[in-house]
């Protein structure tokens, strides 16, 4: 890729768009900065785009050669509105995708794991990212960190199974890497942090560095689904619960090296990210 392309970041306000688009402005790329709002963001060229409003598409689109994908929230079928839109980008001449997935999610799997089955039949350069869950969860704006903050507590149905959680901060160094680096990855990247750690491990951490007692507790499938379904689709619901589910059976209890490979540098570990994020609040 060359230097002069432009980047469409869709969801540019959101916990790696944001830093997506930080970092390829710090990086000297041009920027185009989506959202339903387009918020101005420093650097970068807002955007109106709105998965569910497909003429918002052609303006998003004008000028950009790669982009950055995220899928709608809590669509369980993002698929419907993003093969179009992917389908117009290649029209248009846009050469290249990234598409933020999860670890969680297989290609040809549900929701988003459609969209990357799909990707590399529409662009000849692309990538998927498939972030284990991230360290954000429990200091930004996530259910988790609102809990945290509120009732001094986490609550999953993932029992003692461990994750290898990741800073966004390093997803968005992958992303910009992916997008642009001569070479596109044209596969998919499973990212984790350094260690896998238990919800009671995350619990300790976030006592450790605020002084402020934190406790994991474990629910049910079911009332995990249940408590989901009263602020999201049901579908979506039972979905996120059965990720829990999978967690307590060892399904997320891995690391990889791909933050190092593709960034040349470590992964944060979670102390390190709570100690940027909490210890000032």
């Known amino acids: 890729m060359t230097a002069t392309g432009t980047t469409l970041v869709i969801g540019a306000t959101g916990t790696t768009g944001s830093r997506t688009v930080a970092q390829l402005i710090a ?18 060229e807002p955007v109106r785009f709105d998965w569910y409003e497909p003429a918002t598409f052609g303006d998003a689109l004008i000028g950009a050669d790669r982009v950055y994908l995220v899928s709608p929230v809590g669509d369980p079928d993002p698929a419907a509105v993003m093969l179009p839109f992917l389908q117009q980008a290649r029209t248009v001449g ?10 969680a999610i297989p290609e040809g799997g549900p929701a988003v ?12 350069e692309w990538a998927v990212l498939r972030p284990s869950w991230f360290m954000q969860n429990f200091t930004g704006t996530h259910a988790h960190a609102d809990s945290i903050r509120e009732h001094g507590v ?7 199974g461990r994750v290898g959680f990741v800073d966004a901060d390093d997803i968005a160094a992958v992303a910009v890497r992916a997008l642009t680096d001569d070479r596109a990855p044209d596969t998919d990247l499973v990212l984790t942090g350094p260690e896998a750690l238990s919800h009671d491990d995350i619990a300790a951490i976030v006592t450790q560095v605020t002084g402020r007692p934190v406790a994991h507790r474990q629910l049910t499938h079911d009332d995990m689904r249940d408590r989901l379904a009263a602020v999201m689709p049901r579908e979506f619901a039972t979905m996120l619960a059965g990720m ?23 992964p944060h570990g979670f102390r390190a990210v709570a100690e940027r994020e909490l210890s000032v609040r």
């Open 27 to 44: 990086a000297g790329h041009r920027v185009k900065a989506a959202g339903r709002r387009a918020t101005p963001l420093p650097g970068a």
């Open 154 to 160: 986490i609550l999953t149905a993932a029992g003692t």
């Open 244 to 266: 829990d589910r999978a967690i307590a059976g060892g399904a997320e209890d891995r690391t990889t090296d791909s933050v190092q490979r593709v960034t040349g540098r470590p």
């Open 113 to 124: 794991g459609t969209v990357h089955q799909a990707l590399p039949g529409l662009f000849d």
């Open 94 to 103: 846009v050469r290249r995708a990234v598409l933020l997935s999860s670890s």
